[in-house]
């Protein structure tokens, strides 16, 4: 099969087609044809920083961990897919487990589900990762019905789908972010746009909870904005966070007697640990965005397989709205 790999890690590392042997389908594998992949921050932190990460694949590497395709082996035993089941995952990129930037995945069938069918290969592909992210962070920090929701970075590909599973849940839901395109993305999926460049965590605190504070607080920004979100909770408030690779004071977290959630939604592919857990959220996600209640934002620009390494670009950019999709 096709691939595209990197011979080397940094920052300047270019891409290469290659041809590879198709993998072999274990017992708990399903082989699926892959029909798009979407690149996340991860993917581009694997091939600028390589081996400094402790998950990186050994060169040749193969990444790319967001997939979806169409089933065309089973392993033994599987029952709970098809051969020609449209399916979605995020299951390879790291360490020994080949990535999806290539013409097939061997990919453990606890960590996919059936493929929303109202949605493309190209919008499925854009959901597993972010989307899982979402949803734990969300669940963690015990979303419900007529809890005030305060998302940091609700336009990114965390935050826009966390936006729209607060609502779905019946949140009241606030997002941060800058400029009128992000303000158009928060405010079309239903939530209220706050610009931090023009408002301050206590003027719009005040504004919007009356100065009590936000129950849930959903940081996809993370570093020291961390200390914005502490700022912002309520007392005895949920903080979940996606980036926390930072020294922090938490003295603010003591006062307010805040519970913090950190996401690393990487742990069952790494660890393989509770995989099922990753194909039931997927699951669940797939009702949500059949009934119409959730849908991923992808960038307009478009990219084949052989301009993965433009596809990388536009990302680190900052340039992209919305997801960023490669089509095989």
Same mark, same amino acid.
């Given at each position: 099969m096709k691939a595209m790999v990197l011979n080397e890690y940094g920052e300047n590392a270019k891409f290469a087609p290659k041809e590879v042997e198709k993998p072999i389908v274990k017992s708990d594998q399903v082989l699926v044809k892959i029909s798009a992949s979407s690149i996340n921050t &991860? =993917?581009?932190m694997i091939r600028n920083m390589g081996k400094d990460l402790p998950f990186s694949p050994d060169n040749p590497a193969i990444l790319g961990m967001d997939f979806a395709g169409t089933i065309e082996k089973l392993g033994e035993g599987i029952t709970e897919f098809s051969i020609g089941d449209e399916v979605y995952g995020c299951a390879g990129g790291l360490a020994d487990l080949q990535g999806t930037l290539a013409e097939y995945i *061997? *990919? =453990?069938s606890k960590l996919i589900a059936h493929k929303p069918k109202n949605l493309t290969m190209r919008e499925a592909a854009a959901l597993p990762l972010v989307g899982i992210t979402a949803y734990e962070g969300l669940m963690r920090a015990g979303i419900k019905n007529g809890l005030n929701v305060l998302v940091h970075g609700g336009a990114g590909g965390v935050g826009h789908l966390a936006v729209q599973m607060a609502k779905y849940f019946g949140a009241n839901v606030f997002a941060t972010g800058t400029g009128e395109i992000q303000g158009e993305v928060v405010n079309n999926f239903g939530a209220t746009f706050i610009d931090f460049t023009k408002e301050g965590v206590e003027a719009y605190t005040k504004k919007y909870?009356? $100065?009590s504070g936000f129950d %849930? &607080?959903?940081d996809t920004v993370g570093g020291k904005n961390l200390l914005n979100s502490f700022e912002a909770a309520a007392l005895n408030g949920q903080v979940s966070t996606t980036v926390s690779l930072l020294e922090l004071d938490l003295n603010p977290v003591h006062f307010k007697g805040l519970s913090l959630h950190v996401v690393f939604m990487l742990i069952p592919m790494l660890h393989n640990l509770q995989r099922e857990k990753h194909g039931e959220i997927l699951s669940e996600i @797939?009702?949500?965005v059949e009934a119409g209640d959730l849908k991923p934002f992808l =960038? /307009?620009?478009q990219f084949s397989l052989d301009s993965v390494g433009e596809a990388y @670009?536009?990302? /680190?950019s900052g340039k992209? %709205? $919305?997801?960023? &999709? &490669?089509e095989n």
């Open positions: &991860v =993917d581009t *061997a *990919a =453990d909870t009356n $100065g %849930i &607080v959903f @797939s009702k949500i =960038d /307009e620009q @670009s536009r990302l /680190e992209a %709205i $919305g997801k960023v &999709v &490669v």
